[in-house]
């Protein structure tokens, strides 16, 4: 492959300008254009981004010409265009959640391993902690507590709180824990409104029990009435309470985590983060991006025991 790498973004959505805008400023990258099913969606995004435009049959000429792509589409649409796009030769980046259902992320997970191509997820959070130091602590967590509320909103309607909110925050406990996930509790709560429609419960609060002893408890709401991001993190020597939001964290444990790590490059931006590993990694330049396909699929499989445990 020559080291100028042929990019594009499937989705015209507020991600996709996002991820478009990563591409532009990415070294040795020929950014090609943009795809939505809605071609008038993408001509006004590929418009502001100085590219081509594709819509509604053209997805396979759009991928004929791409050496990556990031898929930042709806979520029920994830698995679609990443099979496609790992079928035509292109390496994949989509946004969170990997997919919607378990059979979708592991037809993912195995055709990237079969043709040798990278699968990362936008679990762009682990930058921050990796900013921390977190994933340098030589111990293994007892529990963690998180918290991810957010207030009412249209978008990603299309799919639970818990794939929309929570996943962040199963992802971040996954990386942290040293044994396997078991047994699932949860309790769920539904908006009521006139006119609203979502897909799933719009506030859960969920336990998680491992093999290994450790337990975390996941709150998350896309209707409450201000944000919260928060996480608690219990070790035998000591905790560690994270806000999110303001970026600040209070330490009692002996380990020298990095009180500036909101100044730190890779926490600065994480999904500039996310993404530009990810390319290293196609290039060879890294072992492995931010999140594999592999470890978001472990996340979505927990998301959706959790939905399971509280039914339809």
Not at 65 to 75: G, R, S
Not at 86 to 102: D, Q
Not at 227 to 235: D, K
């Amino acid at each position: 492959m020559s080291r100028i790498l042929k990019a594009g973004v499937a989705g015209a959505g507020v991600f996709g300008g996002y991820h478009s805008g990563k591409y532009k400023q990415a070294d040795d990258i020929e950014f090609v254009g943009i795809y939505d099913l809605d071609r008038s969606r993408a001509q006004i995004l590929a418009e502001a981004q100085g590219c081509q435009a594709f819509g509604g049959d053209e997805l396979g000429a759009f991928l004929a010409q791409l050496d990556v792509i990031t898929i930042a589409t709806p979520a029920f649409a994830h698995a679609q265009v990443a099979l496609k796009a790992l079928e035509a030769g292109v390496h994949v980046y989509v946004e969170k959640p990997l997919a919607i259902t378990v059979d979708d992320g592991e037809a993912m997970v195995s055709l990237a391993a079969s043709k040798n191509l990278v699968l990362a997820c936008g679990h762009q959070e682990r930058a921050v902690f990796e900013a921390m130091g977190l994933y340098d602590v030589p111990e293994a967590p007892l529990s963690l507590e998180a918290v991810r509320n957010g207030t009412v909103s249209t978008r990603n309607l299309d799919v639970s709180v818990v794939l929309d909110l929570m996943i962040h925050d199963l992802d971040l406990g996954l990386s942290l824990a040293h044994g396997e996930a078991g047994g699932v509790d949860a309790t769920a709560r539904y908006r009521q409104a006139e006119g609203y429609k979502a897909t799933g419960a719009d506030e859960m609060t969920a336990e998680v029990k491992f093999d290994d002893g450790f337990v975390a408890t996941f709150k998350a709401s896309r209707m409450a009435e201000a944000r919260e991001r928060t996480m608690r993190l219990v070790y035998p020597s000591g905790e560690v309470n994270i806000d999110f939001l303001t970026r600040k964290f209070e330490n009692t444990t002996p380990f020298a985590l990095n009180a500036d790590f909101a100044e730190a490059e890779i926490a600065k931006d994480p999904l500039g983060t996310s993404v530009f590993r990810f390319l290293d990694t196609v290039r060879g330049e890294r072992a492995k991006p931010l999140a594999t396909g592999a470890e978001a699929l472990k996340a979505l499989q927990v998301a959706l025991a959790i939905d399971e445990a509280v039914g339809p």
